[in-house]
Every structure is written in structure tokens, then in C-alpha cells.
């Protein structure tokens, strides 16, 4: 008697997928998209997570944006911790440059309205997060320490636990940990000393 459910599909095997794209196979392309779409989304969602309210770009767009800096089909990736790394970093590099467009137009609006309130805004303290200290602060420790930014990008930016860090990067939960709590302690003291001056 056969079952009524249908077999569970076997997960695709990303690396494949990426060495077919690089090759320029026919629509290995889109089978990549909606292979990893839903985990890019998911990625997204977490970044934004700690965005400013009333920015109106949501998971889809920054999935899009980040798809776009990956430069498929002509970018090569080794597997499928090299394509999340790369992903993760674009979207870090997206973040980044639209809180420095926001920041921009803010100044223009700023120098448009009322040179008062530019010195009223001065005096403001800054947003808990810095995204442009943070990311300074990251090119710093990637000189030092490349794998701790590799695991600050994937547990910040792309909201991955540290099990799945440490698949990711295909080393120990005990490393992921360690790193991890070495790589916020020295950017808490590098970011500590920016705001101080």
C-alpha cells in the first residue's frame, strides 16, 4: 500500500548549485535563489530587527540589495559557508551605507532648515548603535583577527545562533563562544574609546 503523503524533498546541495551558477548552467541560477531565499530572508529579518523604526525597507529588499553586491553569476564561491559568509557581509555593507544615506540627507536637511538646529543636533548623544563606528571598528579587528569578524557578522548581522556559526565556519560551538566574547569585549572597549573621544 503505498503512503499518502508525498516523499520529503532532499535538501539541495548548495555548493553544487554554486560551482553549476559559476559555470554558467542553465537555470542553476534561479534553483540557487529559491534554494536559499527563504534562509537569506530569514537573515535579513534579523538584521533589521535592530534597525531604526520608520525605516520602511523591509527582509526583502535587503535580500535583493545583498543578492545584487554578491555579483552572481560571475562571483566564485568555494561552498555554502563561503556564499552565507559573503551574504552576511553584504548585507552588513548594505546597512552601513543606508544609515550613511539617511545620515546625509539628515545633514542636508539640517544645513536646509535652520543653522540653530544644527548646533542643537550636535549636542545630541548618539544612537545606541553606531553602525559606522561598528563597521570602522570591525575593518580594525579583521587586521587582527579575521575569523572573530567572520563570527561578529554572522551572530550580528545575520542573526545566526552559535551552533549555526559554528557549522557555518566549520568549527567548535566552545570556539564560536570564546571568539565571540572576545571579539564584543575588544569592540566594546574600541567603540567605548571612539565615543570618549
Known amino acids: 500500500m503505498a503512503d499518502d503523503f ?18 554558467g548552467g542553465a537555470g542553476a541560477e534561479q534553483q540557487l535563489v529559491e534554494a536559499v531565499y527563504a534562509e537569506l530572508r530569514r537573515l535579513a529579518a534579523s538584521n533589521l530587527r535592530g534597525d531604526r523604526a ?44 543606508r544609515h550613511r544615506q539617511r545620515n546625509r540627507q539628515k545633514r542636508v ?10 548646533s542643537l543636533a550636535a549636542s545630541l548623544p548618539l544612537p545606541p548603535i553606531d553602525l559606522l563606528a561598528l563597521d570602522e571598528a570591525l575593518t580594525a579587528l579583521e587586521l587582527i583577527d579575521p575569523r572573530m569578524v567572520q563570527i561578529v557578522q554572522l551572530r550580528y548581522f545575520a542573526g545566526l545562533s552559535v551552533e549555526e556559526t559554528a557549522n557555518a565556519l566549520a568549527v567548535s560551538e566552545r570556539t ?22
Do not use: S
Open 176 to 197: 564560536v563562544k570564546r571568539e565571540w566574547n572576545v571579539a564584543r569585549a575588544w569592540l566594546y572597549q574600541r567603540l567605548g574609546r571612539n565615543a570618549d573621544g
Open 6 to 23: 508525498p516523499a520529503a524533498q532532499p535538501e539541495p546541495d548548495i555548493t553544487l548549485l554554486l560551482q553549476t551558477v559559476r559555470n
Open 54 to 97: 520608520g525605516d520602511t525597507t523591509g527582509p526583502t529588499a535587503l535580500v535583493h540589495e545583498a543578492w545584487l553586491r554578491l555579483g552572481l553569476p560571475n562571483a566564485a564561491f568555494d561552498d555554502r559557508r563561503h556564499f552565507f559568509g559573503a551574504a552576511a557581509r553584504a548585507m552588513r555593507q548594505a546597512l552601513v551605507d
Open 109 to 118: 536637511h539640517r544645513v536646509a532648515v535652520d543653522a540653530e538646529l544644527d
